[in-house]
């Protein structure tokens, strides 16, 4: 005996509209990532904007204050780093083509393996200024949104509330308090790239690298990117030991090898546990699967992701509590 199923049209549009949401969803998830981290961004920065407010400053005033204060330390820095960065970097390209001519030589390495290495290193070379430019204009949009979430904060903080009819203080609370562990995270951030920098800078000046200051702010800066930024921080220590000597590279190579694994499995988990209260645990495995999931820009994201999970799961529990 055969069983009938009807489906209803109701039912068949309910999953179409749904499908297409998905659909809508996975198309935009970058714009979605890019308006959350203008939203970390906005919890980190509103604390200086409400203390200027306090003082009588206009607030779109107030906000560009900040904003010049921020790009000219960022500006200043990039400097110390980059400019004797620069030189070095063009003495050691003067000194290489014969080094590598001689290296070609000793082993018996064909050279125009090398050559087709160089040319499909050209060839890649218009792409990856495209991403740079690329990058450039999301971070201009990314300040632009930042400043209009800053200016329209409490608005908006309304509006959200008043999508929960009855329930209009709690969700503002829970708002607030969102906000604040993002800001927090922001800060624990700040805490990491100032303690890596600190690392690499006390085992630099050991090793006896030049430039280990400059080094040391560059490997703060890229502390923010997961995995690869340690990586890329690596190189350029690397490679100005390998001017000196090999054995040098060698032993810079293993400390930031060291300092990365320290950071993984100790200072990472610990200043988020303080920072934003998770558990280094839940630290380490909100990282590994944000990694996963969306390679970089998730494990950048995880945590405060995590963050926000956290507060709207504790914020159920308290009222089923009650």
């Known amino acids: 005996m055969t069983r009938r199923i009807d489906i209803s049209w109701k039912t068949i549009i309910f999953i179409a509209v749904f499908l297409l949401g998905l659909w809508i969803l996975y198309q935009i998830i970058d714009l979605i990532l890019l308006l959350f981290v203008a939203i970390i961004f906005m919890s980190a920065i509103s604390p200086l904007v409400i203390k ?44 290489l083509p014969p080094v590598v001519a001689e290296l070609l030589k000793v082993g018996n390495i064909d050279q125009s393996v090398l050559q087709s290495q160089f040319s499909d290193f050209s060839k890649n070379l218009f792409s990856f200024t495209k991403t740079i430019f690329d990058n ?35 969700v503002r609370q829970l708002l ?110 909100a990282i590994a699967v944000g990694g996963r999931l969306l390679g970089i820009s998730g494990a950048l994201l995880a945590v405060p992701v995590t963050v926000v999970i956290q507060v709207i799961f504790l914020d159920i529990l308290k009222e089923r509590k009650t």
């Open 52 to 95: 200027l407010v306090s003082l009588r400053i206009p607030k779109a005033l107030g906000i560009l204050l900040v904003y010049v204060v921020v790009l000219g330390i960022l500006g200043g820095l990039l400097t110390v780093i980059f400019t004797p960065l620069i030189n070095e970097t063009t003495r050691l390209f003067l000194t």
């Open 176 to 285: 607030v308090e969102i906000e604040e562990k993002l800001g927090a995270w922001m800060r624990g951030q700040l805490i990491l790239s100032i303690i890596i920098g600190g690392l690499v800078y006390l085992g630099l000046s050991i090793l006896q690298i030049p430039f280990a200051l400059s080094l040391a702010i560059l490997a703060g800066l890229l502390e923010v990117v997961p995995v690869i930024g340690p990586i890329i921080s690596a190189v350029p220590a690397i490679i100005l030991g390998l001017t000196i000597s090999p054995l040098l590279a060698g032993g810079v190579t293993a400390m930031y090898f060291v300092i990365q694994q320290l950071e993984n499995h100790l200072i990472v988990p610990q200043v988020m546990r303080k920072a934003v209260g998770l558990n280094p645990l839940v630290v380490i495995l």
């Open 136 to 170: 450039f204009i999301t971070i201009i949009f990314l300040i632009v949104l930042t400043f209009y979430l800053l200016i329209e904060r409490e608005n908006l903080e309304k509006r959200a509330s008043l999508l929960f009819a009855g329930k209009e203080e709690r």
